[in-house]
């Protein structure tokens, strides 16, 4: 069974910077696709960033340009680095792993953006 564990978030002040990482139970090559997606409050879980097995990246537009993702294949980590926070970044951020026959998630971790 395919297990992800999240790292990295907590407390930043806007304008800050963070990275989380995700650590995967297996070679994150043989995943179609990577990635990370965020719940806010009263919103729905919604695609951040995601890299496929081919190095194909997709971002959301609000995150562009302030957020990248990126893997190292020899560890099976996965990582979001993230910089000009903003308090709207504010969410419950979840690593997830894309195969063929299913969709793996971590548990989540809470990045709050606040003064």
């Known amino acids: 069974q395919v297990q992800l564990v999240e790292s990295g978030g907590g407390l930043v002040q806007p304008g800050g910077s963070l990275t989380l990482s995700c650590a995967a139970s297996?070679?994150?090559?043989?995943?179609?696709?990577v990635g990370w997606y965020r719940q806010a409050p009263g919103k729905p879980r919604a695609l951040v960033a995601e890299?496929?097995?081919?190095?194909?990246?997709n971002y959301a537009d609000s995150v562009k340009g302030r957020f990248t993702i990126s893997t190292d294949n020899a560890k099976n980590m996965v990582y979001l680095q993230m910089n000009s926070l903003k308090p709207d970044d504010t969410a419950v951020y979840y690593c997830?792993?894309?195969?063929?026959?299913?969709?793996?998630w971590g548990q989540g971790t809470q990045v709050t953006v606040s003064s």
């Open positions: 297996s070679n994150v090559l043989s995943f179609d696709t």
């Open positions: 890299i496929s097995s081919g190095g194909y990246t």
């Open positions: 997830y792993a894309q195969s063929p026959w299913y969709v793996y």
